[in-house]
């Protein structure tokens, strides 16, 4: 399956779920291991980034490619909210088709709050929170406002607002990518559970479908 190493060169697969694993240890560990090098790698680039602009002038330079950072950051974590979905959804499937009475389902199911939900997706939230959050200290409180008596004030203003906007900007879509993905994952596990509580297979099969579904739709709409 896609990974945080080389989802940036290989369009994702519309037609499956691309996650492979045979187990439910297996796929908790995917998850987290996923989240884990999708943020490391961010903040390489990020450092790497970083080494180069070190005061005003190479700021100014090489503007394009801190708002490319951004777009890459928001790409990136876009693409790992559909892989945890993915996770969600194969979780639930090799559940569901365990040789097991609904009370042990419906106990297993749970596993997908406690490893997806509460501890994958709660660790993106450090993309966020850190990856992101850490531009601010580096470009808007850090070389740009080192430069307040050193360049022209309405260039430095310029620059200043523009890094303050295109920071926020990015943050706020990361946290939008980050809500929607916890919202979506903890609204699937918590109907497929209530269903499987019910004894209802038709039902519950009809809410792994819904999933599915919306999952292909998203990886069709980050390929466009």
């Not at 694993?21 to 999708?38: C, F, G, P, Q, Y």
């Not at 609204?187 to 599915?212: G, I, N, P, T």
Request: with cysteine; glycine share 2%.
């Amino acid at each position: 399956m896609p990974t945080a190493q080389n989802v940036e060169v290989k369009k994702v697969n519309v037609n499956v779920i691309e996650v492979s694993a045979s187990s439910l240890d297996e796929i908790e560990e995917m998850a987290s291991k996923d989240v884990e090098d999708t943020k490391e790698k961010l903040e390489s680039e990020r450092n790497a980034l970083g080494e180069k602009i070190t005061d005003f002038d190479t700021y100014t330079k090489n503007v394009d490619k801190v708002k490319a950072f951004y777009d890459q950051a928001l790409k990136q974590t876009e693409l790992l909210s559909i892989r945890l979905r993915e996770y969600a959804y194969k979780y639930a499937e090799l559940v569901m088709n365990e040789d097991a009475s609904y009370k042990v389902k419906y106990k297993d199911l749970s596993g997908i709050y406690e490893y997806i939900y509460d501890d994958a997706a709660k660790t993106m939230y450090d993309i966020y929170d850190k990856t992101l959050k850490d531009m601010y200290d580096i470009y808007y409180d850090g070389v740009i406002k080192a430069a307040y008596d050193v360049v022209d004030y309405e260039q430095w203003y310029d620059a200043r607002s523009d890094a303050y906007d295109d920071w926020y900007d990015a943050r706020s879509d990361a946290y939008d990518i980050w809500y929607d993905t916890r919202c979506d994952i903890y609204d699937f596990q918590y109907d497929l559970r209530s269903e499987v509580y019910d004894h209802d297979d038709k039902r519950a099969q009809k809410k792994m479908d819904k999933f599915k579904k919306s999952i292909l739709r998203m990886k069709a709409d980050v390929n466009d």
